[in-house]
């Protein structure tokens, strides 16, 4: 069964803009992972933020958690046309053995 | 320094037959899990090994099993195939400890007809 939900499911924006995707989960969480996937390829770690963390940066993307409402978000800054991906958010509730619930994504498309 | 790799890329199977995917996880990694993506959803998860045994297993039937070797390379099984079976099936590899994020390789595109 899919933990997270993101929204919105498509987003398209054109290149130079910020694109911002959203998270919903169901139960407590150790950490919330956001994952990029092209083009049916492999899954490739974005950034990971522990439950007791707030907000996140890497390089463009920023990320927030809000663990009262169960919720994420995603800000990419700047978009760029290698930016156009599936994007996925992953919670893991337990310990290490554990295995990862993802969402069904967001399909982010960049226009040039 | 290779990273995740999964073979085949591509394989077509009958119903009822049996298919064996491959996994070699990055160098450094002790830790392999396998998901299964259909199309246009996430990743499910399969289940996880460590130190040769399984340590977790998601909403999956016995017909799928998995063994790790010494050199911590995996493999996915999966008995007789139904047509649901089609999917994207990922290898990810990882550190044992519990927030390490997880490796993927590009996948075995499994098309059962």
């Known amino acids: 069964s899919q933990q997270g939900e993101e929204d919105p499911q498509a987003l398209s924006i054109q290149e130079g803009e910020n694109a911002t995707m959203n998270c919903s989960y169901k139960?407590?969480?150790?950490?919330l992972q956001w994952y990029r996937q092209n083009s049916g390829r492999g899954l490739v770690h974005l950034i990971l933020?522990?439950?007791?963390?707030r907000e996140k940066h890497s390089g463009r993307l920023r990320v927030t958690l809000d663990t009262s409402k169960k919720s994420s978000s995603l800000l990419i800054t700047a978009s760029r046309a290698a930016d156009t991906a599936s994007y996925f958010c992953a919670t893991l509730s337990g310990g290490g053995a554990d295995g990862l619930t993802f969402g069904k994504g967001t399909h982010l498309i960049i226009q040039p | 320094d290779a990273g995740v790799t999964q073979s085949p890329t591509h394989l077509i199977k009958t119903r009822g037959q049996q298919v064996t995917l491959r996994c070699s996880p990055k160098s450094g990694h002790d830790t392999v899990s396998w998901y299964q993506q259909a199309l246009g959803q996430g990743p499910q998860f399969i289940f996880q090994y460590y130190e040769e045994e399984e340590r977790q297993r998601g909403n999956f039937p016995d017909r799928f099993s998995g063994h790790q070797f010494p050199n911590y390379s995996s493999e996915l099984n999966v008995n007789a195939l139904l047509l649901g079976d089609s999917a994207l099936y990922l290898c990810a590899s990882s550190l044992v400890q519990g927030s390490s994020p997880l490796h993927f390789g590009n996948g075995t595109r499994l098309t059962v007809t």
């Open positions: 933020i522990r439950s007791n963390e």
């Open positions: 139960t407590s969480i150790n950490n």
